[in-house]
């Protein structure tokens, strides 16, 4: 039979000293958990957008490698967007993107590609390396920049308070383009100009140097698509613009579609040819107000297709550089109420504006005070 009753004298010290220790483990403070980097972990996942063409989607490794980088880090609220998918790359990475082989981004802009691919992704960042295929192609700046302005248009109008990160592109040199080049270094030096006049305090745009220290001997495998080490440059370029937007809050209240925030002065700009000849065409283009606040004027810039020039305007002041027109508003139709709309009427002349008569248009509104 099992003996019950007290235990030995002798083990109750040894029983004590046991508890005591026990307790002592129970009641001491947990060792605390590593923090994870302030402000990085964020609640909802941040929606951002790399847009443009080959070098961006065709693998576009250095989204592989910048991911990584936001992920070690701690950024783990990031998601990658856009209608095409991963092509590799050699790692695990969100390869979701928008980067379309061969693409020239004023065909983007002036074939309105872009809309759609917005309303099936709403990115809260849109990450724009894209004009290099334009370069290729001797497109002038003036008119890929009107084109850069056409898409910023559009982001807006998705989401008003979209933040663009935009390249100065990197360096090309192929085989078959001696001049590409130089019309690289010609295309960069326009961008932080057109950055600045584009930025709002909604919507920020900012130029990320992706030009400066990349080699195309050293970084590319064919003087245009960047191989492993100008896919780490790249990614190292992009990583603390993203970051400073992250760490910043973004998103945000995004608005609803085509709601800009209270305040922010917006118009679109739509072109339209009423009547062509030989040599030449008349095109009407219709402003209008976007946004929940009242304009006190506009400035529309228009780049024809094809090599045309806006030679004659009605209804608005001209002027021209490079093969763009800008045309700001006339003293009776600047101030527009919210949904209004003005116009005015162009002439176009020059090669190329044969056929079917096309420009790229951008707008940029002044809040009434």
Known sequence: MRRTGFLRPQVLPFLGLLAALILSLVLAPAPHAAAAPTGKALADPVRVMPLGDSITGSPGCWRAV?????????????????????????????GDNEGH????????AGQNLLPARLAATRPDVVMMH??????????????????????????????????????????????????CAQRVVELNARIP???????????????????????????????????????AKIAARWYPALASLLDAGVPGEPGEPGE?????????ATFRAVSSWQGGYQAEVTVTNTS?????????????????????????SLTTSAGT?????????????????????????????????????????????
């Not at 082989?101 to 983007?108: A, D, F, Q, R, S």
């Not at 004027?297 to 009605?314: D, I, K, L, S």
């Not at 116009?343 to 509104?365: E, N, R």
Request: net charge negative; hydrophobic share 40%.
């Open 66 to 94: 910048l991911w990584n980088q936001l992920r070690d880090a701690g950024y783990t609220g990031v998601d990658f967007v856009g209608t095409l998918g991963p092509q590799g790359c050699g790692q695990e990475y969100d």
């Open 193 to 231: 100009a057109w950055a600045a006049a584009t930025s709002t305090s909604l919507s920020p745009v900012t130029v990320v140097d992706q030009w400066t220290g990349f080699g195309t001997a050293a970084d590319t495998y064919d003087g245009v698509h960047p191989n492993a080490s100008g896919d």
């Open 292 to 316: 929940s606040s009242a304009l006190s004027g506009w400035t529309v810039t228009v780049a024809p297709a094809g090599g045309g020039r806006v030679t004659q305007v009605w209804n608005g």
């Open 260 to 268: 800009p925030g209270d305040g922010e002065a917006v118009c679109t």
């Open 130 to 179: 894209f004009g290099t295929n334009d370069v290729w192609s001797n497109i002038p700046p003036d008119r890929i920049l009107a084109a850069y302005t056409k898409l910023v248009e559009q982001m807006r109008a998705v989401d008003a308070d979209v933040k663009v990160l935009v390249a100065q592109i990197i360096p090309m040199n192929p085989s078959t383009c001696g001049e």
């Open 101 to 108: 082989g061969g693409e020239l981004v004023t065909n983007t």
């Open 325 to 369: 027109a800008r045309v700001t508003n006339a003293a009776w139709n600047g101030t527009l109420a919210p949904g209004a709309s003005a116009g005015f009427g162009a002439i176009v002349t020059g090669s190329g504006t044969g056929g079917s008569p096309s420009a790229a248009v951008g707008c940029t509104a002044r809040a009434a005070s």
